[in-house]
């Protein structure tokens, strides 16, 4: 099966920065319309994070508790996606899922995303 892979996760403390990678396994290239990273907290749903047209030029889209502080990108990719994490808080403690959308519809909503990744854990201290 296709798979996202991510990679980047760890522990860091509070202030501190990761990035994390995702990229499709090696060989699939079908072009996605968008891409996105979610996180999901222990007894919390998954929610969303950052998501990214992967058109050039492409709308980037914050939840508002990350605004100012993650940046994700594409580096010009239609099926990798990276975010920038910067000024953790331990509040950003959660797995991030990197997923990938090609049929189009609500960017925020997980349901809407077709291909994920199998996560990787931020732990902020």
């Known amino acids: 099966d296709v798979q996202l892979v991510e990679s980047g996760g760890g522990s860091v403390q509070a202030g501190g920065s990761l990035r994390l990678s995702c990229a499709a396994a090696?060989?699939?290239?079908?072009?996605?319309?968008?891409m996105g990273w979610f996180r999901q907290a222990p007894g919390k749903d998954r929610e969303a994070v950052a998501v990214?047209?992967?058109?050039?030029?492409?709308?980037?889209t914050y939840a508002n508790s990350v605004k100012g502080r993650f940046t994700i990108d594409t580096e010009g990719t239609r099926n990798a996606a990276y975010l920038q994490m910067n000024n953790l808080r331990p509040e950003d403690s959660a797995k991030y899922f990197c997923?990938?959308?090609?049929?189009?519809?609500?960017?925020?909503?997980?349901?809407?995303?077709?291909?994920w990744g199998q996560g990787t854990q931020v732990t902020v201290s």
């Open positions: 997923a990938a959308q090609y049929l189009g519809g609500g960017i925020f909503d997980p349901a809407r995303y077709e291909l």
């Open positions: 090696s060989g699939y290239s079908a072009v996605t319309l968008c």
């Open positions: 990214v047209a992967t058109q050039p030029g492409g709308t980037k």
